[in-house]
């Protein structure tokens, strides 16, 4: 009789431990959710970066940004990132959404990323159309491997993949399938 109730008390207690122990995958998305855990956020961001000599360097914009602790990933809603050369803003990028590196030395735009460039006393304005774009803000280097459209006037460039050097004299190179037509004058 006692070793009925022994094994029934047993049987018990491994079905309550067994219930209420948790499950693997709720621990996992538990530790998801802690990698997502926002541990700050702005909205409206202008954020305007100097260089040594104390000469407005770079423009950061966003409609929102949020950090997240765990990674320290910066993401940014509709971020606009400005490089200024000799006092003027020379290029204009504009994407949908982008992460910014923990520390700041890798900004990938994501989806459609539009790109300007003001043009000079040489050369005229130009309008390019990408997207998963990467930016090193401190070597002001740009690289993707999507399709790239380079419009300047009449003249436009198609091309897969592209490598941008943005500091004056700046320099691009196109890395594939590319064409172009060109206007002479």
């Known amino acids: 009789m006692r070793i009925w109730l022994l094994l029934a008390l047993l049987t018990v207690l491994g079905i309550t431990w067994w219930a209420s122990r948790q499950e693997p995958a709720v621990l996992e998305s538990e530790r998801v959710d802690q990698d997502q855990v926002q541990d700050y956020f702005v909205r409206g961001l202008e954020l305007h970066l100097f260089d040594t000599q104390g000469r407005l360097s770079h423009i950061l914009e966003a409609d929102r940004l949020a950090h997240f602790k765990a990674s320290g990933i910066t993401r940014l809603q509709q971020p606009g990132y400005i490089l200024y050369e000799d006092k ?19 900004l990938q735009l994501l989806g459609k990323t539009e790109i300007d460039w003001q043009g000079d006393d040489r050369r005229p304005p130009m309008h390019l159309i990408t997207s998963d774009l990467i930016v090193r803000p401190q070597t002001e280097y740009a690289e993707t491997a999507a399709p790239v459209t380079v419009t300047s006037g009449e003249n ?30």
């Open 88 to 106: 003027q803003p020379a290029w204009k990028i504009r994407a949908e959404k982008g992460d910014l590196s923990r520390d700041q030395s890798l």
């Open 156 to 185: 436009w460039i198609e091309s897969t993949g592209m490598q941008a050097w943005l500091k004056a004299p700046g320099k691009i190179r196109f890395l594939a399938q590319t064409r172009a037509h060109y206007v002479a004058q």
